[in-house]
């Protein structure tokens, strides 16, 4: 229910609705074609266009970058409902992360048929996109309890999440391929889940170098990490959060 109230809200007096959900990462898709796939010449792994490439991780992505937006200042949101009545306050932030998995699925009814017209029929290779799709939620939810934690304690973090968003973005793949990533700083790379997240899903659906199996285990223990430890300082500083919201 909070999920849905958050989704609600969030298109409320808007005149096209969820259909914003398809509007953003189209229009991101168009201006990074033209700017870094016409302009740039950035190499686009495979055979698939360019377009094609970066909307594909755009549909992740856009998950992920919605979950911390609207999770981070989540408890501070439901102020009223934290001081008056107790409950799970997990449920504030987790709501708030997952409701991005309803435009997560409205975009890939549009990425499926993109990938129909251009001659990429389902595979096995889809059958793993769950997976995928878990390491970015695990992810997501990560942050969004470590950021929303500490937004109750430090207002300062509000104006370090757009920042941190998108420091993120250019760490991950979206706009160039994984490819183009010199050998020394590979497991760097794979310690940002999102990139294991972006090339997962290009691999399932164009066939594309798939991420060896070791740096795949170390962005899946990157993952575990980021949420484990978010769990953590979640509940530790959930006792205080009535008294400082």
């Given at each position: 229910?909070?999920?849905?109230?958050?989704?609600?809200?969030?298109?409320?007096?808007?005149?096209?609705?969820?259909?914003?959900?398809?509007?953003?990462?189209?229009?991101?898709?168009?201006?990074?074609?033209?700017?870094?796939?016409?302009?740039?010449?950035?190499p686009s792994e495979g055979t698939a266009p360019y377009a094609l490439?970066?909307?594909?991780?755009?549909?992740?992505?856009?998950?992920?970058?919605?979950?911390?937006?609207?999770?981070?200042?989540?408890?501070?949101?439901?102020?009223?409902?934290?001081?008056?009545?107790?409950?799970?306050?997990?449920?504030?932030?987790?709501?708030?992360?997952?409701?991005?998995?309803?435009?997560?699925?409205?975009?890939?009814?549009?990425?499926?048929?993109?990938?129909?017209?251009?001659?990429?029929?389902?595979?096995?290779?889809?059958?793993?996109?769950?997976?995928?799709?878990?390491?970015?939620?695990?992810?997501?939810?990560?942050?969004?309890?470590?950021?929303?934690?500490?937004?109750?304690?430090?207002?300062?973090?509000?104006?370090?999440?757009?920042?941190?968003i998108q420091l993120w973005f250019f760490a991950t793949p979206i706009?160039?391929?994984?490819?183009?990533?010199?050998?020394?700083?590979?497991?760097?790379?794979?310690?940002?889940?999102?990139?294991?997240?972006?090339?997962?899903?290009?691999?399932?659906?164009?066939?594309?170098?798939?991420?060896?199996?070791?740096?795949?285990?170390?962005?899946?223990?990157?993952?575990?990490?980021?949420?484990?430890?978010?769990?953590?300082?979640?509940?530790?500083?959930?006792?205080?959060?009535?008294?400082?919201?």
């Amino acid at each position: 229910m909070l999920a849905w109230r958050d989704l609600a809200v969030r298109y409320r007096q808007t005149v096209i609705g969820v259909v914003w959900a398809l509007i953003r990462p189209l229009l991101t898709m168009v201006v990074f074609t033209v700017i870094f796939g016409q302009i740039a010449k950035l190499p686009s792994e495979g055979t698939a266009p360019y377009a094609l490439m970066v909307f594909a991780a755009m549909l992740p992505w856009q998950f992920f970058a919605t979950a911390l937006s609207e999770s981070s200042g989540s408890l501070i949101g439901n102020a009223s409902l934290i001081s008056k009545v107790y409950f799970p306050r997990l449920q504030i932030p987790t709501s708030s992360a997952l409701a991005g998995l309803v435009d997560f699925f409205i975009v890939f009814l549009v990425l499926g048929i993109l990938l129909f017209i251009y001659g990429y029929p389902p595979n096995w290779a889809w059958l793993t996109l769950p997976f995928f799709l878990s390491i970015a939620i695990g992810t997501a939810l990560g942050v969004s309890y470590w950021l929303s934690a500490l937004n109750v304690q430090y207002r300062d973090v509000a104006f370090v999440i757009p920042f941190l968003i998108q420091l993120w973005f250019f760490a991950t793949p979206i706009v160039y391929s994984s490819s183009l990533i010199p050998a020394p700083w590979d497991i760097l790379y794979a310690l940002n889940p999102m990139a294991a997240v972006v090339d997962g899903f290009r691999w399932a659906l164009f066939g594309t170098t798939a991420i060896s199996g070791p740096m795949l285990l170390l962005s899946v223990g990157s993952m575990l990490a980021i949420l484990v430890t978010g769990l953590f300082v979640f509940k530790r500083m959930e006792r205080t959060f009535a008294d400082v919201v």
